[in-house]
């Protein structure tokens, strides 16, 4: 039933001819109920020159009891065709923008998961899901409300002028002849009106980001006993507000009764003047009554032409801000001439790597190391000094911006992204859990059926089996943001499930269970060390003992390897690491030395190492 | 229960009303000022059609210019009027709008202010939010806008029978069918619409968490090739949200020229009874005109009154759950007679303390404990043994279920929350800072404090080099929640501001966020700083915190097990021994590798 084409978005995407190119999609429909609105209202308008005839009809005597009945029945069908016109147009608007609303949405989902990192890192993704949610809203009433409603009063103005021109062309201008007048000043005062509605909106972000601040670090306030200040800082706030909300009633005060007296004063003349005709003999009392009515339909819908007006400007600016999203260069993730292998050996090597993100600020400086398959590299330094940066270059997240990446000796670039990635299995620090279950989310990178049993060994494998199953759903228990709230641990353990039921031949991982108590994190431990069997392994290191058995271990410092060897090799050389290593070491020994002394029992200790 | 697990119904219950009325008290000028002016424009809709039809019969089929000019400059005058009577309630209802909406925020905001502690651990921030932003907009909406409409249409309506009974009795009855069958229609149909934009909406929140958690794991769905896979479950939606949007939007288009069709019947009966009295002379055209406008426009305010009557009842939910937060009193009330000035020695001692969060689950037994002044308490054991529970209820965040809690020697009830807690240090894993300048977040701890003081306080704190190394110094913008600093940074920061409010107790929640080594150091220095001399309370995972300890607590099972010093402890072979070694694991590994 529905074409799926995508979006296609052109340089003219942030005017209204962008906006309109967009609908062409929707061409038939639009057009078809633009006719039926047209129709609609000329019906309407029909239905008031059978009034025309009735009291005619009756005042000179030409009609009797059975032409009035006929008349009635007349305008009976009149209005029920009407009323199925404007139905269709309803209907026919509704779907049209719903349609393309469905087409947006769809794309905007496809496009942004496509998009590369760089651009998600520079977009914050509040400002992305609002693009997404009220600007296609905002642009779907364009088209289900807006622009139909203009079409509707500029039909209404001519029909209803049309109308009235074949009683009497001079009633008909004299009707419309401050109607400009009254578009004018709608315009005017809509522009007002949404300028101070705009900053209306702004300071109400304000206070919403207090109110949360207040809320979020409600312990703080607290534990400084600031609730005065803060209630008096609210309140300025508040008060800011109210008199934004002010400004609005203010502009909103000063232009419906001008447009009313406008409108009431234009109406009152044209009737005033029809009187006369009539009294002059130039027009019947039916005709001044069915133009009585003509007159109002052609007047009064006049009022909300700025409103729509304005609205449509909104329009515009939402769909120009869709329009950038849907612009930007996606990452190809199927490119067609990329390999696409089964199998790797997972030999990675970084040829005088260059790497800067988008504002040219170097981040990696002419990076080169090998690893052979199955090795473990652990990547030690401060935060931001390049680390990560390193580690999503491989599952090219990024592309480098200057030598050369290779995969079994082969440029990672000449490799899809799709299959290289396939080979790839990520554990992150804080993993990102899915609302879903925990069965879900532990299959999720899986593009197969996955049985249960498949998923509890990994579970198991992963040392989290049992945890999940003291939940009362098992492993169908909600997680995510709207489900139950999973210690860091868990989530890492899940994470740490999901990477090996992927079984990649290649394992990046933030190693971080600081979060978690002594016992837990001998558990992950295991886990961890039964994951990175066998395969090549990247490991962002927080502690001493994953360094040690890594057998290469790259100091980072501003973006260039200072070091690199293993823990054995780096410790006997003065430099960075032995200064972070001795930071840490130099506390911990102390403590050694201190309970073995005092227990005596260097052996016990040894022993459950 | 949590105020989030209940239904609110949205019932129009007169004590629901009559409170949301008592809101707009305070401002009765503005209401009765909207009232009569709304009333005034109803009643002048109806004369002005009334006025037009002696512009008819008196003047033009009279053929009476002077009677044409008359009653034409009448209802230009009453257009004047209505002008007034507009811009009167545009102006009153408006403000009055805007005025509850600021007195509902401002007491649900103070409000918020004296709820207790467990009050935010069983209520969701996003929850709380809600009420503040869309709660209060909706009532006011609905004793200012609403209330206008529901006034208007029923004044107009009414007003338009009375004068079409006053002008043709006959062919008023005959057209009176339609006033029932009009709002029983309405209000069907409204339902049926109703209904289905709640469909709609609940699937638009699918589509925005589908989203903004696509954005959000973006990384995920990348390294784990989903994106064909997402793509396909999100079209599922869509696909339900055309199905329900066009569902609701048709209804929405059947409704109008349903409702049209009813009046048009109605025309159609005066076209044919109202033409057969106009032939018998009974009607005059004047009135026939009159009685084809009155029933003609009918329909506006009909379709606002079912507007309102869907939108009035998501308004009174709203109400509903406005009133019950503000109803929803503190667990933890200052005592009538409380001290409102508080300075400790730091002398804590627990007697026969007992606590529970619900009562089937107790999680403090009988406690019983003496810290001296200046002591540092470790508190170690197993997540969900007690430990947090135990600083909580030192920094009066909950109070004992059953015993006292001593300062000094004195219940710790005999002084206000806010004395109490403004002399108690709290340093949290993950420091809150507030959008603002460094320099304002340091201020928070305490707002009397000089530069020279905040200098001193970061420097203590050793945070004036790092301070000073930010773009701005001081005045450097750490952005919402502190995210335009590093998590070190804003741990700095963080201890900075307890410093300048120089507490006489401290307590701790020991961060175990990977931070570099270098920064970790700072860090730990000047918290020791902040230690020394103070009675404190740690929630220690480092093995050198808990070496540091003049005295360390191994909580669990809602009880002290083991009380005394490391080496004490160690010595006794017991629950400590076993989990120092077991953390030991680990870290031993490094400095036996020597």
Known sequence: ?609 | MSLEDITYKGEFRGQILVRILRLARPHWPLMVGFLVAVSFTALMDSVNTYISTLVIDRGVASKNPDELLRWGMLLGGMFLLNSISLLVFFFCAGRLGEQIQYDIRRRLFEHLQTLSFSFFDRTSSGWLLSRITSDSHRIAQLASWMLLDIVWGSVNIIMAFIFMGWMNFRLTLVVAFIAPVLVLTALFFKKLIITEFRKVRSINSRITQAFSENIAGVKVVKALNREQKNLSCFQQITQEMHGASFRAGWLSALFLPLVQFITTLAVAAILLVGGWQLLDGLLTPGEFRAFIGYITFMMWPVLDLSRVMGEMQQSVASAERVFTLLDTKSDIQDRPDAKLEARFRGEVEFCNVSFHYSSDNPVIKNLNLKVLPGQMIALVGETGGGKSTLVNLVARYYEPVLGTILFDGKDYRSYTQSALQSRIGVVLQHPHLFSGSVRENILYGNPEATDQQIIDAAKMANAHEIIMSLPDGYDTEVGEGGSKLSMGQRQLVSLARVFVSDPDLIIMDEATSSIDSLTEHLIQDGIATLLKGRTSFVIAHRLSTIRSADRILVIGEGRVIEDGSHSDLIGLKGRYYSLYTSQMRGERAAAIGF
């Open chain 1, 1 to 609: 039933m529905k074409k799926k084409t995508k979006v296609k978005v052109h340089h003219r995407g942030n005017t209204i001819s962008g906006l309109l190119h967009f609908a062409a999609e929707e061409k038939g429909l639009l057009t078809g109920t633009v006719l039926v609105l047209i129709i609609a209202v000329a019906l309407e308008a029909f239905s008031r020159m059978v009034i025309r005839h009735v009291v005619d009809g009756v005042l000179e005597r030409r009609l009797a009891i059975t032409g009035v009945a006929a008349a009635a029945l007349f305008y009976l069908g009149i209005v029920i065709i009407q009323g199925f016109f404007s139905f269709l147009e309803g209907r026919g608007r509704v779907l049209a923008a719903e349609n393309l609303a469905q087409n947006l949405r769809e794309s905007l989902f496809d496009h942004i998961q496509k998009l590369s990192f760089s651009y998600h890192d520079n977009m914050p993704s509040g400002e992305l899901v609002q693009r997404t949610t009220s600007d296609v809203d905002s642009v779907r009433r364009f088209f289900a409300d807006h622009m139909l409603g203009v079409i509707r009063i500029v039909s209404l103005f001519l029909i209803n002028f049309a109308a009235l021109s074949i009683i009497s062309v001079k009633l008909a201008l004299l009707s419309s002849i401050i109607v400009p007048l009254i578009a004018g000043v709608s315009v005017f005062f809509f522009n007002r009106i949404y300028r101070a509605y705009g900053e209306h909106q702004d300071q109400e972000a304000v206070l919403t980001t207090f109110v949360q601040e207040n809320i979020v670090g409600n312990r703080v306030v607290r534990s400084f006993a600031r609730h005065d200040q803060e209630c008096a800082d609210f309140d300025k706030r508040n008060r800011l507000q109210r008199e934004k909300g002010f400004r609005v009633i203010f502009w909103h005060t000063l232009y419906w009764p001008t447009a009313h007296l406008l409108c009431g004063l234009q109406s009152i003349a044209a009737i005033i003047y029809a009187g006369y005709m009539v009294m002059r003999g130039d027009l019947t009392l039916g005709s001044m009554i069915a133009a009585s009515f003509l007159i109002n339909s052609l007047i009064w819908p006049i009022q909300e032409l700025g409103r729509l007006v304005t609205e449509i400007s909104r329009g515009v600016v939402s769909f120009a801000r869709i329009s950038e999203i849907l612009q930007q260069e996606q990452e190809c993730t199927d490119d067609e001439a990329g390999i696409v292998t089964e199998q790797v050996r997972g030999e990675i090597i970084f040829d005088h790597v260059h790497f800067s993100y988008v504002d040219n600020t170097p981040v990696l400086k002419d990076v080169s190391f090998s690893c052979k398959q199955g090795e473990t590299v652990a990547l030690i330094g401060k935060t931001g000094c390049g680390k990560s940066s390193i580690v999503n270059l491989i599952p090219r997240f990024y592309n480098v911006t200057g030598g050369e990446i290779r995969l079994d000796g082969i440029s990672i670039n000449k490799y899809s992204r799709q299959s290289l990635r396939n080979h790839i299995g990520m554990v992150e620090q804080d993993p990102f859990l899915f609302t879903d279950t925990i069965e879900a989310n532990i299959a999720y990178g899986l593009h197969r059926q996955v049985t249960r049993e498949e998923v509890e060994n990994a579970a198991k494998a992963a040392a989290i089996h049992d945890s999940i199953m003291e939940f009362k759903d098992g492993y169908d228990t909600l997680v995510g943001e709207k489900g139950v709230s999973l210690s860091g641990g868990q989530k890492q353990r899940i994470a740490i499930a999901r990477a090996l039921l992927k079984n990649p031949l290649i394992l990046i991982m933030d190693d971080s269970t600081s979060a978690v108590d002594a016992g837990t994190e001998i558990q992950i431990q295991n886990s961890l060390d039964r994951l990175m069997e066998g395969r090549t392994t990247f490991i962002i290191a927080h502690r001493i003992q994953s360094l040690m058995k890594a057998d290469k271990i790259l100091v980072m410092s501003e973006g260039q390897i200072v070091q690199m060897g293993t823990h054995q090799e780096l410790v006997s050389k003065s430099g960075l690491y032995r200064d972070i290593f001795e930071i840490q070491a130099r506390v911990e020994k102390e403590v050694g030395n201190e309970s073995v002394g005092k227990t005596g029992n260097l052996a016990e200790a040894k022993g459950l190492l």
